[in-house]
């Protein structure tokens, strides 16, 4: 499925499909490292005695350094050794996680899963500039599909295993626990990857741009907004959404685990379907990841209209909104940066759209947590949706954009 045209390879440069199994391992784990705090928040509110605000300030601190090193680390990723930096954010996260869950000071705390954000961020953009130098980019949809069953699988990992880990034990081995796993796939990473050697799949074709001229000439700065949008949305249900089903229904901590792991699990579907309509659209990302938010966006508002009839329809309008947000997600933070590949660009643009989802997903951790607690949890329904209409607003404005450029490249020039 994922077999490289033409050479053979040494011993010492990863095969395609070896190459993805440790991209997709790697990224797999990590969300084992940074979203097991959703389903710590629970309780961590009853033993710690702690406001919705108050919890919102560690997971926007996350998401804001995060995003930070998603700029930073997306660039420095074009010039450095992958093999090294990837083990260094895994083996970081881990002493990190270790030591927030065993501390109980709430400045402290935010510090310390705010510096967990940095290392977590030196992982993407060198991840996917991986991919890139071992995979053909007629494989890019597969390989979108196939990372997004990463962040998936991570997910039900994280909600899943850390609800039961967090029922059984307490709050703190839902770091103690990711922390061991993280630090022992550190290790196997460095192994496994040998050598920073590889085999292009394909060549640049055009001279190294600056990423700045990337943004503006290519229109990705109205990329960036959509990505902020989808990650205020996303990161937001992914972040709360135990806690709004908690609260809006009164459910007990194992049974809000039991719904919470269906949004990850029913989310998935939405890079199939991503995958598929992409496809369909003959490899048009734009309108693919126009038709994801808007659809979201109907969902979102069937959430706010029917999702406090009963645990299972709101739980079913979230993940449905998920998985469509999955689905324009796989695309932004693969398909796109992949293409920028004749530039030699792609960690940094992949560093720079998942900067934007995660500005995105600090907005949505202040503003949630303020809202929740002066209008209630179930008003923020209303930010998502306004953040998606911007979204699509911006996808249509690059388009739109786009083809004013083409067409300005078109006309002969005047002498």
Known sequence: ?????????????????????????AYTLAYFGRVNISVAIPVME????????????????FFWIYAIGQLINGSIGDHVSPRKFVFIGLFFSALLNLAFG???????MIVIWGINGYFQSMLWGPIVRTLSDHIHPRRNNIVAVGMAASMTVGYLMAWGLSGKIVSLLGWRWAFW?????LALYAFLWLIKVKSDKFHNAVHPTKSKQSLLKITWNDGLWLIMIASIAQGVVKEGINLWGP??????????????????????????SGAILAGLLNKKLNHREKPTILIMLIASGITVMAFHIFGAGSAIS?????????????????????IIPLNYVKYKRVSSVAGLL??????????SGIFTGIIADKFGISTVAFLWIAFLILGSLALLGNMFFKRIAAHAKDQPQMH
């Open 1 to 25: 499925m994922l077999e490289m045209e033409g050479t053979s390879l040494n011993q010492k440069v990863l095969t395609p499909k070896s190459a993805f199994l440790l991209c997709w391992f």
């Open 46 to 61: 009853k033993t710690l005695g702690w406001s919705n605000t108050q919890l919102g300030l560690i997971g926007s601190s």
């Open 102 to 108: 065993s501390l109980t000071l709430l400045p402290i």
């Open 177 to 181: 626990t990711p922390s061991v796993i």
């Open 243 to 268: 806690m709004l089903l908690m609260k809006t229904h009164g459910l007990d901590l194992s049974s809000t685990v039991a719904y919470s792991i269906l949004i990850p699990a029913i989310g998935f």
């Open 314 to 334: 709101g739980t079913l309008f979230l993940s449905l909104t998920v998985a469509l947000l999955n689905g324009a997600n796989s695309i932004l933070m693969t």
């Open 354 to 363: 998942d900067f934007s989802a995660y500005v995105g997903a600090g907005l």
